[in-house]
């Protein structure tokens, strides 16, 4: 979902991002392909009965999700990121309109590789906190926080979003 969302702003040009299905029960084997959280009735996954309790499980496409969303709020523009690109990383970054935020997503789906990030800002504000939000096969949405000194490392296999936020 990442790659998608990443194309559709930066090279599609899209302004805002909007996602159809919210919550479904998985359907012709797509293993969680297209919906954000999952449903199961208590006849299992292909069961017609939503009469009875069944259970309700968040899934990867929710996080990666709340990776732009819960950060990239009304009013941020995309601004440069001094990232290279490559098949396997890939970022954007989003100014706040006051510009006392900076929020930057990166995916990183090499299997064994993780990218390190230098936190150098062009400009005369002076860099306050550093927030780091990991998505991945095992942390959801996980935050960090890191002194300002400090290199950010984005894991193998992950949707991460830092947040910088300046005085």
């Not at 299905?21 to 297209?34: G, L, P």
């Not at 292909?46 to 309790?53: M, R």
Request: hydrophobic share 35%; charged share 25%; aromatic share 12%.
């Amino acid at each position: 979902m990442s790659k998608i969302i990443h194309n559709d702003i930066t090279v599609a040009g899209c302004t805002s991002w909007s996602y159809w299905t919210a919550m479904s029960v998985e359907r012709w084997s797509q293993k969680n392909r297209f919906e954000l959280i999952k449903t199961t009735p208590a006849g299992g996954h292909y069961s017609n009965d939503f009469t009875a309790e069944g259970t309700v499980e968040a899934t990867p496409n929710l996080w990666v999700l709340g990776n732009y969303s819960l950060f990239i709020r009304p009013g941020y523009k995309r601004i440069a990121l001094a990232a290279t690109e490559t098949k396997d990383f890939f970022g954007s970054a989003y100014a706040s309109p006051d510009g006392n935020t900076v929020v930057a997503v990166y995916t990183n789906t090499s299997k064994d590789r993780g990218v390190t990030l230098d936190n150098t800002f062009a400009g005369s504000k002076k860099l306050k906190t550093v927030s780091r939000y990991t998505s991945s096969e095992d942390k959801n949405l996980k935050e960090e926080k890191f002194n300002i000194a400090d290199k950010v490392f984005v894991d193998p296999k992950s949707v991460t979003t830092i947040v910088y936020t300046f005085e």
